[in-house]
């Protein structure tokens, strides 16, 4: 049994240094419209986000189905050493310097923060649109991929409070959520995730990106 159980490890530790896993094996960037997304996709390795991406994601006429496809595209590397959450964040810091001072000197937990990374995530959650947090957790997530913490998160995957803003978030949020049931080998969340992606009404507008997502789902859950 033991010998079994070790053989597993070694498979499922051998997947995941391949990417062979929900979050890294799910790719739409390509069945976006923008060329811009393609050429970051197409680009050898793991692309920084670099400010002309970040404007991008903070621009409102942009769509928010482009906006999680260029992060798709910046994507994943094994053992990267660019972290494109952590650039992320210094580019909300820059952006948002006087109102993150303003919210330092008002919150009232500010001392309990410690550093400028838990501040500025804490300003994402309290000051800004939710995309904002799926952005941060997105990539957080491919640049954890192997070990991914969802305390350091920002939304935890409040799937309540995401179906006030877009399903294609809620999917996204259930990707990242499928990432952590996948490395704690609880295929049976996955399952219900499946279940209920498929339970939601989704607009043509995203039912490429939804059915090549729940196929790949399919194959680390129960249900296949």
Not at 20 to 32: E, G, H, M, N
Not at 107 to 113: D, G, Y
Request: aromatic share 16%.
């Amino acid at each position: 049994m033991r010998q079994y159980f070790t053989i597993i490890i070694i498979i499922f530790s051998i997947n995941l240094v391949k990417a062979d896993s929900p979050l890294t094996s799910i790719k739409f960037w390509d069945l976006s419209d923008d060329l811009y997304i393609h050429e970051i996709g197409k680009i050898p390795g793991k692309p920084a986000l670099d400010k002309t991406a970040f404007q991008y994601l903070i621009d409102p006429t942009n769509s928010i189905a482009n906006k999680y496809a260029l992060i798709n595209a910046l994507g994943w590397e094994f053992k990267s050493e660019i972290k494109n959450s952590d650039l992320f964040l210094e580019f909300v810091q820059e952006r948002f310097k006087k109102e993150i001072t303003e919210f330092y000197h008002t919150s009232s937990t500010f001392l309990e923060l410690g550093n400028n990374e838990i501040l500025t995530k804490s300003f994402i959650e309290t000051n800004l649109d939710c995309e904002y947090s799926l952005f941060y957790d997105y990539l957080f997530a491919l640049d954890n991929y192997i070990d991914l913490n969802k305390n350091e998160l920002i939304l935890l995957n409040d799937v309540g409070y995401l179906l006030e803003v877009d399903y294609l978030s809620i999917f996204i949020a259930r990707i990242i959520q499928s990432q952590h049931d996948f490395l704690n080998l609880d295929f049976e969340s996955i399952s219900d995730s499946v279940e209920f992606l498929n339970s939601l009404n989704f607009c043509s507008y995203y039912n490429l990106i939804f059915e090549r997502g729940i196929s790949y789902l399919l194959g680390y859950s129960f249900t296949n």
